[in-house]
């Protein structure tokens, strides 16, 4: 099993890394949309102090959104996602090593760009770790959710807001203990809790989700 | 539970004589076209029953229930709000175990249930949202706040909406069927948070007085006016499902010949 995760991962992140430039666009996407907020409400420091790490969790998400046509909508129109459904190896291993290729390409990079972000909000050092953290163990629950939605709306017209519609109820919890972690911790009470409610978050759903999506696919590929 | 034993066939053991019959039919009513009748007799019952239990529950919450020592007559509004959430809640479960149900056993008319309990439920949601706010205005002095219990129950509308709009975005019906199911599925970790978040969270909205282990901590006239209105919108729920899961087994079935002589014209008309 551990030998199909590992195949099935490597070829997407091969596929992937062929178009670097899909996944600069979700990255490039997350960076304009955290700089239309100060645009937005006003440019004044303490209030963007404030609301900053409730502004790049919403970009985080809203950019994982955006990237989940390109986890299951490529291979299931040229046919490979079928065969992938028919192999012996159990289909949610397949599942969950696209699902990582998918959050390596897309999740991994923003974790890693949002101190920079952070930066911008003038955000002291202590908060843009935690953030940084809250992000890292984040992004995977949000490609893991993203997934299910993506495999339930496969196929479907329309299917790109469909999916957000289903998706955003389910993202609502990980966004308030993510966004809520930094807002913790500066009032003193430390983001500890919130940081292991986000690890739990992660634990269920690496557990159900790939199960979930797999039912899913074999649904919609019916 | 009818049953339609053949003659010649014996109970393998006759020492163990079972209370149920042998050859019962248990999935006799799982059939559309079985179901289709009983569902329309029943319903102008239930549907009676609530009109009966609502005008009871009102009765009782407008006339005999006393005024609040500290909310005055505005507290009254908890005889529509307190059910409508309940129920809000339980058709999401119920709604999820239909669709599991449809989705183990493969039976049409379970997730026929599923799909017609959706905008129930979605209703007294909303129900309940709005009849919260009205009560929350004079007593908290704000429409709205995002306590957990509060946004919980608008994922949970959320939830009811991304069910109704992934079934209507599927043309073909079994594929919405199952889709829709394990959206539910994914779902139902949403109403225990509903329920336990006010014991979780210190919020503003207030704990819990009913609970299934220990008296009820409100005056017991309340409690039997919210009771009532609550079993009121239970009935009302059942009697407004049968009617639309018969409107359900039309649309679905309208090709067959049982079905013909309700939907007329339906054969041959090209969709």
């Known amino acids: ?222 | 539970m009818t049953s339609t034993s053949k003659p010649h066939e014996k109970p393998s053991n006759q020492a163990a004589a079972s209370a149920i019959p042998p050859g019962t039919r248990w999935f006799k009513y799982a059939s559309p076209q079985t179901f289709y009748g009983p569902a329309g007799k029943l319903a102008p019952w239930f549907a009676v029953l609530s009109a009966l239990l609502c005008v009871a529950g009102l009765y009782v919450g407008l006339f005999l229930a006393p005024t609040d020592a500290q909310q005055g007559d505005s507290y009254r509004i908890i005889f529509i709000h307190v059910p409508a959430a309940w129920m809000s809640m339980f058709i999401y479960l119920v709604m999820a175990a239909w669709a599991a149900v449809g989705l183990v056993l493969n039976t049409r008319l379970s997730s026929m249930m599923a799909s017609a309990l959706a905008p129930t439920g979605a209703m007294f949601t909303f129900i309940a949202l709005w009849t919260g706010a009205l009560w929350g205005k004079p007593t908290w002095g704000t429409w709205w706040v995002w306590d957990a219990r509060l946004t919980s129950e608008l994922i949970l509308l959320f939830l009811y909406f991304g069910f109704m709009a992934l079934q209507a975005a599927i043309d073909d019906p079994r594929r919405a069927d199952r889709a829709g199911a394990i959206l539910a599925l994914v779902g139902v970790i949403n109403v225990p948070i509903i329920y336990y978040s006010v014991k979780w969270w210190n919020t503003l909205h207030q704990g819990a007085s009913v609970s299934l282990k220990s008296a009820p901590t409100m005056a017991m006239i309340m409690f039997v006016g919210m009771m009532l209105v609550a079993l009121s919108f239970w009935m009302y729920t059942i009697a407004v499902t049968l009617l639309r899961v018969r409107c359900l087994i039309l649309e679905r079935e309208r090709n067959t010949d049982w079905a013909a002589q309700w939907v007329p014209g339906a054969r041959g008309v090209q969709t």
């Open chain 1, 1 to 222: 099993m551990i030998d199909t995760f590992a195949c099935v991962f490597q070829r997407d992140l091969s596929l992937a890394f062929r178009r670097k430039g899909e996944a600069l666009n979700t990255l490039v996407f997350f960076v304009i949309v955290t700089s239309l907020f100060p645009l937005g409400v006003g440019a004044e420091p303490n209030l963007l102090r404030e609301i900053a790490p409730g502004i790049l969790w919403v970009a985080a998400l809203l950019a994982a959104l955006l990237s989940l046509n390109r986890l299951f909508e490529p291979d299931y129109a040229d046919g490979t996602l079928e065969q992938l459904a028919l192999v012996s190896e159990p289909f949610p291993i397949i599942v969950m090593a696209k699902i990582a290729a998918h959050w390596v390409m897309t999740g991994l990079p923003l974790s890693l760009l949002a101190p920079v972000i952070a930066l911008q909000f003038d955000l002291p050092g202590g908060t843009i770790w935690l953030l940084f953290l809250t992000l890292l163990i984040g992004t995977p629950v949000l490609s893991l959710l993203g997934a299910i939605a993506a495999a339930l709306t496969l196929g479907l017209r329309g299917g790109g807001v469909l999916s957000a519609l289903l998706v955003l109820p389910l993202y609502i919890p990980l966004l308030i203990f993510g966004a809520g972690a930094a807002g913790a911790a500066s009032a003193g009470l430390g983001g500890h809790a919130h940081l292991f409610l986000i690890g739990a978050f992660l634990l269920v759903s690496g557990a159900i989700s790939p199960w979930a999506t797999a039912s899913a696919l074999r649904i919609a590929m019916d």
